[in-house]
Each structure stands twice: as C-alpha cells, then as structure tokens.
C-alpha cells in the first residue's frame, strides 16, 4: 500500500528531504530528529535488517512508489543482464514521471506523477498517462499542445532558469520538450542510496 500520510513525518524519519519540496528542509531544520523523538533522544544500536529496511523505504520513497511497485522495479532488474543495484536505479531514472521531474518540468517527483497520469505529456506524439511508463533512446518527451498555455508550466520554467538537466537528456525549456539521448547511468540515480542494502534486504 501506497504511503498518504503526512510527508514531513517520512522526512524526518529518514533525516533527509527526500521529496525535495524545500519545506521539508525547513522541517528537519526545525525538528532534526525522528517523528515521536524529542531534541535529546539518543537512537540505540540499529541492526542490519532495520537499516536496510529503512534504505528500501527511503529509496522507494525518493521515488514515489508503492511498496508493490517497488518489488515489481526489483524483481525486473533482478531478470535483467548486469549488476541489480545498478539496473534498478536505471529503471527507476528512466519512469516518465522521473523523466518529467528531471527534465525540470515539475518541482517534486509528486508534482511530475500527477502530469503524467493526468495525461499532460506525451512521448513520441502519442499521449501516456501511466507515469511508470519507462522512456527509451531517442524518446521525445513533450508537454501536451493543449497543456502549454497552463500558467503551472510558467511559474515551473521561472523557477527552474538556472536548473541543468542531466546529461542523459537534452531538454528545449522553451518547446518544453525533452529528448533521451543516453542510457541513465548509476550516477544520474539519486545520491545517498546504498542500493546494495535495498537488494540484500529483498534477498532474505
């Protein structure tokens, strides 16, 4: 089951931002310490199994997936040829919400899910509203014609002027279109996530 309940609360649990909203930076700011906990708690001695749960959680959570949708990224990466940890940040990197998101077409992954299911970009000029939907080489992603006059794109593109895009995609901020022209490497992935500890936790 999908996690609803209060992000900040997640936040602070894992100790970072990893919705990447900057509230949540004000949050842990304010309250640098896990949801329950008071300023002088001293955590005790985590065993392995808790922090490879919490890196599964936390990766999973930076990613916006289910628990269910996240099994299903490891269990493809798991069938697929070259190192796992690395196949399932590619797979991950290469979700067309993360696409949007990284493209800077959206301010949080959240933001860029819901213009995916909403059905607000297509790929290739044909329109996709599954935001799991995993980009190829030499996919065009692009806002939807009817979609370009929203006033959200404007105030996205002006927040994001002196944004750079990964080197895996060539962006045209002022089509809002963005192509893939590479395969998304392991150090285009999110930084801070030992994906190791994610796969011996799946492998119990």
Same mark, same amino acid.
């Given at each position: 089951?999908? *996690? ?8 602070? =649990? ?17 309250? @640098?310490?896990? %949801?329950?906990?008071? @300023?002088?708690?001293? @955590?005790?001695?985590? #065993?392995? &199994?808790?922090?490879? +749960? ?8 930076? &990613?916006?997936? #289910? $628990?269910?949708?996240? =099994?299903? !990224? *490891? ?10 940890? $690395?196949?399932?940040?590619?797979? +991950? ?5 993360? !696409?949007? &998101? ?9 933001? #860029? ?12 000029? =044909?329109?996709?509203? !599954?935001?799991? *939907? ?16 929203? @006033? ?5 593109? $002006? ?6 895009? %990964? #080197?895996?995609?060539? !962006? ?17 992935? $999110? ?14």
């Amino acid at each position: 089951m999908k *996690y609803n309940g209060p992000k900040a609360r997640r936040c602070r =649990r894992q100790g970072s931002n990893i919705y990447g909203s900057d509230k949540y930076d004000k949050v842990l700011q304010r309250k @640098p310490y896990g %949801p329950g906990k008071g @300023p002088k708690f001293r @955590p005790g001695k985590q #065993s392995e &199994y808790s922090k490879q +749960l919490l890196e599964k959680q936390k990766m999973r959570d930076i &990613y916006g997936l #289910s $628990e269910a949708q996240f =099994r299903r !990224v *490891y269990t493809a990466a798991c069938a697929a040829s070259g190192q796992t940890g $690395e196949k399932m940040k590619e797979l +991950l990197e290469r979700r067309l919400d993360n !696409v949007i &998101y990284r493209s800077g077409f959206a301010m949080t992954r959240l933001q #860029s899910r819901q213009f995916a299911g909403h059905g607000l970009f297509t790929v290739n000029g =044909r329109r996709v509203t !599954v935001p799991s *939907y995993l980009v190829r080489l030499g996919d065009v992603i692009a806002v939807r014609m009817q979609a370009k006059s929203s @006033p959200v794109f404007g105030t996205i593109s $002006e927040a994001h002027q002196k944004y750079t895009a %990964p #080197s895996w995609l060539k !962006v045209d901020s002022s089509a809002l279109k963005s192509e893939v022209v590479a395969v998304p490497g392991p150090e285009h992935a $999110e930084q801070g996530i030992d994906a190791g500890m994610v796969i011996e936790f799946y492998s119990r």
